[in-house]
T-cell receptor, first 109, second 112 residues
């Protein structure tokens, strides 16, 4: 079964804390996307990974292909980072994205 | 600012109305997608167009009718919708089917 599982479902943090969101996925997924969705709807694509590590500003995404696991890290978190973070696996045989259930992050000042 | 523009941002319609959602991108992307998202749930794929041809229809009821008139535009025609169709409808595009998707801000649809 093609699956993407995320944890935790909800996360609260104080401003400045280091945050990690985890994602595990099943066989058949060739790339992992990390997406951010703010209240009100719009989705922003943060990273697409098929190996290694990517960094953009305070965001770092890593993927371990052998363990089928990816993490999204936020350094020096800020209240504006409050959003839902979604990992989505790209299925190589159907070209579809399989979405995780999302992690709702709240960063308090 | 999003590079995928969706209009309208909000739509309220009765069950007998006919309306359309519009999505536009000028990034030269050749794949475009419609997703439906209910509150606190992840997006669900509805349709995929690749090079202006419908390549995926996820068993969506016929009251939803997609159209891709050219490589920049994607429409979703709505007719005789049900209250359970109330949701956020997201459009996305990518340069090709296996590339990162760029999402619009969505149209929040309410069916009375």
């Amino acid at each position: 079964k093609n699956e993407v599982e995320q944890s935790p479902q909800n996360l609260t943090a104080q401003e400045g804390e280091f945050i990690t969101i985890n994602c595990s996925y099943s066989v058949g997924i060739s790339a992992l996307h990390w997406l951010q969705q703010h209240p009100g709807g719009g989705i922003v694509s943060l990273f697409m990974l098929s190996s290694g590590k990517k960094k953009h500003g305070r965001l770092i995404a890593t993927i371990n292909i052998q363990e089928k696991h990816s993490s999204l890290h936020i350094t020096a978190s800020h209240p504006r980072d409050s959003a839902v973070y979604i990992c989505a696996g790209f299925l190589w045989d159907t070209d579809k994205l399989i979405f995780g259930t999302g992690t709702r992050l709240q960063v308090f000042p | 600012d999003t590079e995928v523009t969706q209009t309208p941002k909000h739509l309220v319609m009765g069950m007998t109305n006919k309306k359309s959602l519009k999505c536009e991108q000028h990034m030269g992307h050749r794949a475009m997608y419609w997703y439906k998202q209910k509150a606190k749930k992840p997006p669900e794929l509805m349709f995929v167009y690749s090079y202006e041809k419908l390549s995926i229809n996820e068993s969506v009821p016929s009251r939803f009718s997609p159209e891709c008139p050219n490589s920049s535009l994607l429409n979703l025609h709505l007719h005789a919708l049900q209250p359970e169709d109330s949701a956020l409808y997201l459009c996305a595009s990518s340069s090709h089917r296996n590339q990162p998707q760029h999402f619009g801000d969505g149209t929040r649809l309410s069916i009375l």
